[in-house]
């Protein structure tokens, strides 16, 4: 296929995505709404604001992710992101008790998780990828220790845990996009946009990585550098997302490679706006049919982490391990 036709196939299947997407919008805001308009659309702004917030924050996050790492079935949290939410939620729980840990300021443990979980990764990921030794299978093995360690450290306090404080911590395992505090969304979406500037200014230069290390080296890219800024630019964009509604493990995932499979071109300026379409359309549609049509109380991240897990394992069955 010709680069004119892959252009105009990209553009076609983006505005069709971009389409869906305003449908799903459409619909959460419209569908089933009754009564004052202005508190309606006051009310599931703020929740449509929310998916749309995560939904960018995690579907960049995974691409530019991949593309560093070179394998398309990785995500950020097979470094143990998700894990050390829990465990930072157990300890809470376990020092403060569930009373305690819910008096804090919703402000200053936005803070205080993104700051963890932030800290953590940049330490972990610019030691991993930073020198000549980068090996794919070291990034596993160092994230399944790292998840396997604090998977321990968080069951071992979950057993000293009041049986009352853990069913209150439960609900802190799953993601909730009912209940982002509204308070945080503002500052989320400066964060997203500060971080956002820097990874777009970034493209040209992972698309030059996607065809290798040493390649990208020989045509002059500085790839160090750019490991280190796309690593500190994914870190942010996952912190702010899960203090901001939870762990969600592969909904990034199944985004991502959807994207991969649809787009015919693989440049980051054509599958970052399809994934991060989809990632919408995903979030917004999912939470309009659950809510309006059918009435669900279910968390949607529930659903959606059991069809990331059955596309994660079909990756596997595929042998799509690039």
Do not use: C
């Amino acid at each position: 296929m010709h680069a004119d036709q892959r252009g105009r196939k990209s553009a076609l299947i983006i505005a069709g995505l971009a389409a869906l997407a305003l449908v799903s919008t459409v619909a959460f805001m419209t569908l089933g709404a009754r009564g004052n308009w202005s508190f309606v659309l006051g009310f599931r702004g703020v929740k449509l604001a929310a998916l749309l917030l995560v939904a960018y924050a995690i579907a960049v996050s995974t691409v530019l992710f991949q593309t560093i790492v070179g394998n398309r079935i990785l995500t950020p949290s097979i470094m143990g992101f998700d894990v050390l939410y829990i465990l930072l939620q157990t300890f809470l729980v376990f020092a403060l008790g569930a009373g305690g840990l819910n008096a804090i300021d919703q402000r200053v443990m936005f803070v205080l998780e993104a700051a963890v979980m932030s800290g953590f990764a940049l330490l972990l990921f610019r030691w991993l990828f930073s020198g000549a030794a980068r090996s794919i299978h070291l990034v596993m093995l160092v994230g399944i220790l790292f998840g396997g360690l604090f998977r321990s450290l968080s069951a071992f306090m979950q057993r000293l845990i009041d049986p009352t404080d853990f069913v209150v911590l439960q609900d802190r395992f799953f993601a909730s996009f009912n209940t982002a505090n509204t308070e945080l969304l503002g500052i989320s979406a400066v964060i997203i946009l500060a971080v956002s500037v820097l990874g777009w200014r970034l493209l040209p230069d992972l698309d030059v990585i996607l065809v290798g290390r040493e390649t990208a080296i020989a045509l002059g890219v500085s790839h160090k550098r750019v490991v280190t800024l796309t690593l500190f630019v994914v870190t942010i964009l996952v912190s702010v997302a899960t203090a901001l509604v939870g762990p969600v493990t592969f909904f990034g995932l199944l985004v991502a490679n959807l994207a991969y499979m649809i787009m015919p071109d693989g440049r980051h300026r054509v599958v970052l706006p399809a994934a991060v379409l989809l990632a919408a359309i995903t979030l917004v549609g999912g939470q309009t049919v659950l809510e309006r049509v059918f009435s669900f109380g279910t968390a949607l991240s529930i659903i959606v982490e059991f069809a990331g897990g059955i596309f994660f394992i079909f990756l596997l069955l595929r042998g799509n391990l690039r």
